[in-house]
C-alpha cells in the first residue's frame, strides 16, 4: 500500500492529481492550509483520501501533519504541490520594473521555503519508506534557457518571482536528488492549465496538466532522478 501526501491539494492540480492517485490504489493526505475546504475535498474524493491540515509556510501546522501520517503508518511519496504566483493589484504579473524584495519573499515563503520546510520535516517518514518519491511541481517558467531564449514563448513571460522562485525549486530538486539517492526526487511542468492561480485562463485541462506529476509520482526504483520534465519529457534547465 502506497501511502502519499500532496500539499494543496483542496483544489486545482492537486485535487486532480489526488483523484488520480486514488484511482491508481494510493492512500492520499489531501494537504490543505484551511482545515474544512481540506475536509470537504478528501469527502469529495471518497475512501483512500484523507484530510491533513497543512501550511507549507508554518512549521507547526507541519509538524503536526508529519506526526498524524507517521501515526498513521508513515510516507512513500510527497508532492510538494502548494504554490502561489505573484500579481499585483490589478491582477497583473509583476515584472521586473515593479517587483519588490517584500513580494519576492512572499512567493518564495510558499514556492521554495514551503517546498523545503515540508520536505525537511517528512524526510525520516520517507527514508522508512521502501521506495520513496518526491514530485516538486515546478513550471516551464523556471527554465532558464527557455527564458534567455527570445524564439521561446516562455520568454515573453516577465513576471521575475513566480520564475525565480521555480527556478530555485528546480535547483532544491537536484541537490535533493544528490544527496538521496535512494529516493526518487523530479521537478515536473504542468503546462499551462486551467486553475485559480492564472484565473482560469490556461489552456490546457486539470485532467492535463496532472499527467506529469501522476506518472512522476509513480515511477519506479530505476526511473531517473534529478531531472526536470513536461509530459513530452525532460526540459532545459
Ligand atoms: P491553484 O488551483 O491556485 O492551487 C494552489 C493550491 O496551493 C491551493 O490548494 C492552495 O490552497 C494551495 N496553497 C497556496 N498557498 C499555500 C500554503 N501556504 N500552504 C498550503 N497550501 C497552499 O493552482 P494550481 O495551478 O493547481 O497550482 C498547483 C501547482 O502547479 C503550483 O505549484 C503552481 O505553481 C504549479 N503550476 C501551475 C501551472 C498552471 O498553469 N496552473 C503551471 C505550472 C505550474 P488555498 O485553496 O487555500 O489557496
Redesign the pocket.
Known sequence: MTTTLI????????YETARRLVAAGHTVYV????AD?GRRAAEQLGPGARAVQ????DDASVAAAVKTIEADGGLDVLIN?????ARGPHNEVVGAADVTADLMREVFE??VF?TVRVTHAFLTLLQRSAAPIVVN????LASLAHAADPAHPAAAYPGVAYPAS?TAVNMITVQYAKAFPDMRINAV?????R????RNT?TQTVEE?AEIIVRMAQVGPDDPTGGYYDAEGPLPW
Request: glycine content about 24%; hydrophobic content about 20%.
Open positions: 500539499t494543496g491539494a483542496n483544489k486545482g492540480l492537486g494537504g490543505s492550509r484551511n475546504r497543512l501550511d507549507v509556510t504541490n502548494a504554490g502561489i504566483e510558499t514556492n514551503g511541481v515546478s513550471s516551464g521555480k511542468e504542468p503546462g499551462f492549465t486553475t485559480d492561480l492564472n490556461g496538466g
